[in-house]
């Protein structure tokens, strides 16, 4: 048996930060950051409420709706996120108990920008083994709390949000799925944890933010994606031309072009939604694929290849049919 999914949802914060606004705040402007990467406006989380929990459950929500299952037949919730809201209990178990998914297993996934891809591979290998029958996979991301908001080298690219599916162990749905890593690569794209401070080691210093060395992530995702994608064409012998939509991690436009140049494909194949979210890390994916759900764009028997690649670094790819 393998993962089929069978419902879709997501979540944005209700406030939307221009390029215009961001351009208040460090020097930047809206023709850079659009003709750069093609991000025209990010979601923010704007209040309290609104948390790496609120907008998870909500997406699983939506998700569990649309896929026709109560929280109560949920075996399995993967939660990929790196912004989790507390250190533990994890996200997972916190949208448990949101949800009253009390029979599931929960716990989170941290590969950065791949880590839905990880999540859906796992949730899958599960299935495969026999050992669970549903899942709600999520990915989310409230990365405003750890951007440096003086660095606007990074703080124009990213947004929050959360995107989650429900799978089902069927006959059929994934093809075939990949993940990759390479932990020499860790130090193009960063964000370190607080510091020791215990009664033998009082540093004292503040949690870090993101660090990213832009131009070797960019060469590394044109890289990396289209062999993940050409590498699972070749394992399920199908043309690229045969898959429907190429849904890639949304980091900026000019990567997912290079990326349809490289294979030879149109940029139809390839739905964008970086324009409005920017760059929402493990939750890019589902939102896109949300979106191009709920725009009523997939037929049953479609096939879709996601990809994508992110800190640690990693890097993944599934093949599915809808
Ligand atoms: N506004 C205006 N100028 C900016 C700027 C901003 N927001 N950010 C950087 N600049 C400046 C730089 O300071 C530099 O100025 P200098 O030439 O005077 O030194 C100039 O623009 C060019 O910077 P550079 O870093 O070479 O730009 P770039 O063309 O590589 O674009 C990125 C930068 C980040 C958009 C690009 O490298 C990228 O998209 N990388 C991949 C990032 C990514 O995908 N991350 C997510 C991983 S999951």
Not at 164 to 182: F, H, P, R, Y
Not at 238 to 247: D, F, I, R, T
């Amino acid at each position: 048996m393998r993962a089929r999914i069978i419902g879709t949802g997501s979540c944005l914060p209700d406030k939307s930060a221009t390029n215009e606004y961001l351009s208040t705040i460090v020097d930047t402007s809206d023709s850079w950051i659009q003709s750069r990467t093609g991000i025209r406006e990010r979601h923010l989380v704007s209040s309290e409420t609104e948390t790496t929990l609120s907008m998870a459950a909500s997406a699983a929500r939506a998700a569990l709706e649309d896929s026709g299952l109560l929280p109560e037949q949920i075996d399995l919730i993967i939660v990929a996120t790196v912004s989790s809201d507390f250190i533990t209990p994890s996200a997972a178990c916190m949208v448990q108990k949101e949800l009253g998914a009390m029979k599931a297993a929960a716990f989170d996934i941290n590969a950065a920008c791949s880590g839905f891809l990880f999540a859906l591979h796992a949730a899958d290998a599960y299935f495969q083994a026999g050992i669970y029958q549903t899942a709600l996979i999520i990915g989310v991301e409230t990365l405003s709390k750890i951007i440096d908001w003086t660095d606007r080298s990074t703080c124009v690219l990213f947004g929050d949000g959360a995107g989650a599916v429900v799978a089902k162990a069927s006959q059929e749905g994934m093809i075939a799925s990949l993940q990759g890593s390479d932990g020499t690569g860790g130090e193009i794209l960063m964000c370190k944890n607080r510091a020791n401070n215990n009664p033998y080691i009082a540093t004292g210093t503040a949690p870090d933010y993101l660090y990213m060395d832009g131009q070797e992530v960019f060469k590394f995702a044109v890289k990396k994606v289209p062999a993940c994608i050409q590498s699972l064409l070749a394992q399920a012998e199908l043309p690229a031309s045969e898959v429907k939509y190429y849904l890639l991690h949304q980091a900026n436009y000019r990567i997912i072009a290079s990326i349809a140049r490289k294979l030879k494909l149109p940029l139809e194949k390839f739905p964008s939604n970086v324009d409005h979210c920017g760059n929402t890390s493990a939750a890019s994916i589902p939102i896109l694929l949300d979106e191009v759900h709920k725009a009523g764009k997939l037929s049953p028997g479609d096939l879709l290849l996601l990809s994508g690649f992110g800190a640690g670094l990693t890097w993944g790819a599934a093949l599915l049919k809808w």
